[in-house]
């Protein structure tokens, strides 16, 4: 006995495709309606997201509210002069300023101080500032120094190179001028600010034509050679 593959063989009827259409006809506006529950729960969902953040950015604002500090605060608007060296004012402001405004005017740029050997020291780069050596010590201000210590027979060139290649040098430089005549020593500091200058002591008189302040403790300025006057090297 042959076996039914197929529904409505016999009949005549596509009973398969009523069958399907049937099916189709009850859930398929169910799915439809799933679906469209879907798309509003996602909505409701960015909603819900939305509003989350609009309350931890109120919650944000009502701390600063509430701190005290934030309250009478004024906001400094600085208008910077033309630089290639960035901003060269700054301001900071706090509660307790009265509002203005202010032109400021540079009269003068911050500079460090400058030491130069006396008239007279030094013939060339090759003459001898210690015949048994020494140390010298560099400092401005209590928070700026190094010592150097010189070997015995150090010339004026040694002691420039000695100044510039140290590891514990602050800011200091030094170059030798040579006038025609003579070789000049020039000390320049970077450290800026009141009582910040430049001052050179030494534990050897023999160092004193490269020092501002001699081994006895008073300044020295040397006006001719062999013969020294109070102080030693002129400041500027």
């Not at 203005?100 to 030094?122: H, M, N, P, T």
């Amino acid at each position: 006995m042959p076996l039914i593959t197929s529904a409505g063989i016999g009949s005549g009827l596509d009973l398969e495709s009523i069958i399907s259409a049937s099916v189709d006809a009850e859930n398929v506006p169910k799915m439809n309606a799933f679906a469209a529950k879907d798309e509003a729960l996602q909505v409701e969902l960015s909603a819900i997201g939305e509003v989350k953040s609009a309350l931890s950015k109120l919650q944000d604002t009502i701390e600063k509210l509430a701190d005290p500090d934030n309250f009478n605060k004024r906001v400094a608007n600085i208008t910077q002069p033309t630089s290639d060296d960035g901003d060269l004012i700054s301001v900071t402001p706090t509660s307790d300023i009265s509002p203005g405004d202010f032109k400021i005017e540079v009269v003068e740029i911050a500079q460090g101080s400058r030491a130069v050997s006396g008239d007279g020291l030094f013939a060339s780069n090759e003459d001898v500032v210690s015949a048994s050596g020494g140390t010298l010590t560099f400092s401005a201000g209590p928070d700026n120094t190094f010592d150097l210590t010189m070997d015995a027979g150090a010339t004026l060139s040694d002691l420039r190179d000695a100044i510039n290649d140290s590891d514990s040098n602050f800011g200091v430089t030094a170059n030798i001028i040579n006038t025609g005549t003579e070789s000049k020593l020039v000390l320049t500091s970077t450290v800026t600010g009141t009582g910040n200058d430049l001052v050179i002591t030494n534990d050897n008189d023999e160092l004193d034509s490269v020092s501002t302040v001699a081994n006895g403790g008073r300044w020295w300025y040397w006006n001719s050679p062999r013969k020294h006057r109070e102080g030693c090297c002129n400041k500027s």
